[in-house]
């Protein structure tokens, strides 16, 4: 598969665009948005002693929701401390929604290329997809020595082969950002910013899985040196500059007008609606003009299509929560087995944390899928 990283700017703003074959998979930009993995000095507004969270004012129109005890801010024992009016950091999970503020953790987790540093927790640990015993057996006991002190640790799959060196440096540059973070907030007042999370080369160098099959376009040394700046070791892409509109040249704009469209149309005839409601993203699957053999061949070809298409969109569309599909009725088992089979493969290069269940009575494939930022935060992409 040929992958490609575009760096080009837009209004302005940075941004970064990941083609698979000349497909835009992902598409990050500068904003003014709070994004995942930004954090804030934040004040609590409410506190919900009941459902164990609390409202926290950062800085935007909706406060932010820090929604379960486990995203509370803890002292020495486990006791829950948090009060109306204090201030703290916290951490944007999952950015705003329809009536819905930013979803909020206060246990900080600070995300690079191959490891997450945990300033709020002691934990050690290595992601259940390094799958080689003897390469989990070293990254643990490595961990154990970089791990900063008073802090937690977790090795990402893409630390599998790294050399010491390499995860020590990002290591001490994250615990670096943390007491960076620490200082700032000493300083000034909330609701504040104390770290961008929207920044294209930060998600670029921490979660598009930047190998050596990976060729790299900038639109100019700058954008180039940012993304280089964060990714501790440096990248085995090849790496180029182009004095062009990138975004022209590679069609990503034409790519992300498609992107916006609540209706996708697939190449065999058919097309996917996507809807989105306070509770979960809806995707409904069409038949259009194509017609196949019998209607149970014309639907299982379908399905398989649509799932290839969906896996693409919901990178690209970064949909996360719950996500329920509803793929044309097929009669035979093997062909409804055969579809979900299909739509997990289909989720194997996201860097997202994906659950997906076989079809319901009435056909409906529910799933699920995690932020890339919280993911790779809690060592599972």
């Given at each position: 598969?040929?992958?490609?990283?575009?760096?080009d700017?837009e209004?302005g703003k940075?941004?970064?665009a990941?083609?698979e074959?000349?497909?835009?998979?992902?598409?990050v930009?500068?904003?003014?948005?709070?994004?995942?993995?930004?954090?804030?000095?934040?004040?609590v507004?409410r506190?919900l002693?009941?459902?164990?969270?609390?409202?926290?004012?950062?800085?935007f129109?909706?406060n932010?929701?820090?929604?379960g005890?486990?995203?509370l801010?803890?002292?020495?024992?486990?006791?829950?401390?948090?009060k109306?009016?204090?201030?703290?950091?916290?951490?944007v999970?999952?950015?705003?929604?329809?009536?819905?503020?930013?979803?909020?953790?206060a246990?900080?987790r600070l995300?690079g290329?191959?490891?997450?540093?945990l300033?709020?927790?002691?934990?050690?640990?290595?992601?259940?997809?390094?799958?080689d015993?003897?390469?989990?057996?070293?990254?643990r006991k490595?961990?154990?020595?970089?791990?900063?002190?008073g802090m937690?640790?977790?090795?990402r799959?893409?630390?599998?082969?790294?050399?010491?060196?390499e995860?020590?440096r990002?290591t001490d540059a994250?615990?670096s950002?943390?007491?960076?973070?620490e200082?700032?907030?000493r300083?000034?007042?909330?609701?504040?910013?104390?770290?961008?999370?929207s920044?294209?080369?930060?998600?670029?160098?921490r979660?598009?899985?930047?190998d050596?099959?990976t060729?790299?376009i900038?639109?100019d040394?700058a954008l180039?040196d940012?993304?280089?700046?964060?990714?501790?070791?440096?990248?085995p892409c090849?790496?180029s500059v182009?004095?062009?509109d990138?975004?022209t040249?590679?069609?990503?704009?034409?790519q992300?007008e498609?992107a916006k469209?609540?209706?996708?149309?697939?190449?065999?005839g058919g097309?996917l609606v996507f809807?989105?409601?306070e509770a979960?993203?809806?995707?409904?699957?069409?038949?259009g003009?194509?017609?196949?053999k019998d209607?149970e061949d014309?639907?299982?070809r379908?399905n398989?299509?649509?799932?290839?298409e969906?896996a693409?969109?919901a990178?690209l569309?970064?949909?996360?929560g719950?996500i329920?599909?509803?793929f044309?009725?097929?009669?035979?088992?093997?062909?409804?087995?055969s579809?979900?089979?299909?739509?997990?493969r289909?989720?194997?290069p996201?860097?997202?944390?994906v659950?997906?269940?076989?079809?319901?009575a009435?056909?409906?494939?529910?799933?699920?899928?995690q932020?890339?930022?919280a993911?790779?935060s809690?060592?599972?992409?």
């Amino acid at each position: 598969m040929e992958r490609t990283l575009l760096l080009d700017r837009e209004n302005g703003k940075a941004c970064a665009a990941l083609l698979e074959n000349g497909r835009l998979v992902q598409f990050v930009r500068d904003g003014d948005e709070p994004a995942p993995g930004s954090v804030y000095l934040g004040r609590v507004q409410r506190v919900l002693e009941g459902l164990g969270g609390a409202f926290v004012d950062i800085g935007f129109e909706k406060n932010g929701l820090i929604s379960g005890s486990s995203d509370l801010p803890k002292g020495e024992n486990g006791e829950t401390l948090i009060k109306q009016g204090m201030e703290l950091p916290v951490q944007v999970i999952k950015t705003p929604g329809g009536d819905k503020g930013a979803q909020l953790s206060a246990n900080i987790r600070l995300a690079g290329r191959n490891a997450v540093v945990l300033p709020n927790s002691r934990n050690l640990g290595v992601s259940r997809r390094v799958s080689d015993g003897s390469e989990r057996a070293r990254l643990r006991k490595l961990g154990e020595s970089l791990r900063p002190a008073g802090m937690g640790l977790i090795l990402r799959s893409q630390a599998a082969g790294a050399s010491p060196e390499e995860l020590a440096r990002e290591t001490d540059a994250l615990a670096s950002v943390w007491k960076g973070i620490e200082t700032k907030a000493r300083h000034i007042k909330a609701p504040a910013l104390l770290l961008d999370g929207s920044r294209a080369a930060a998600v670029a160098a921490r979660d598009m899985r930047l190998d050596a099959e990976t060729r790299i376009i900038a639109r100019d040394q700058a954008l180039l040196d940012d993304l280089l700046g964060r990714s501790e070791g440096g990248l085995p892409c090849r790496l180029s500059v182009e004095d062009s509109d990138l975004l022209t040249v590679y069609r990503v704009r034409a790519q992300l007008e498609t992107a916006k469209k609540r209706r996708v149309d697939l190449k065999c005839g058919g097309y996917l609606v996507f809807d989105d409601t306070e509770a979960m993203r809806v995707i409904d699957v069409n038949s259009g003009s194509f017609t196949g053999k019998d209607a149970e061949d014309t639907a299982y070809r379908l399905n398989l299509e649509a799932a290839d298409e969906i896996a693409v969109q919901a990178r690209l569309r970064n949909l996360v929560g719950i996500i329920v599909i509803d793929f044309v009725d097929m009669r035979e088992k093997a062909h409804r087995e055969s579809v979900v089979e299909w739509l997990i493969r289909a989720f194997v290069p996201d860097t997202g944390r994906v659950a997906i269940n076989p079809l319901s009575a009435l056909g409906l494939c529910e799933m699920t899928r995690q932020s890339r930022y919280a993911a790779a935060s809690c060592g599972e992409e």
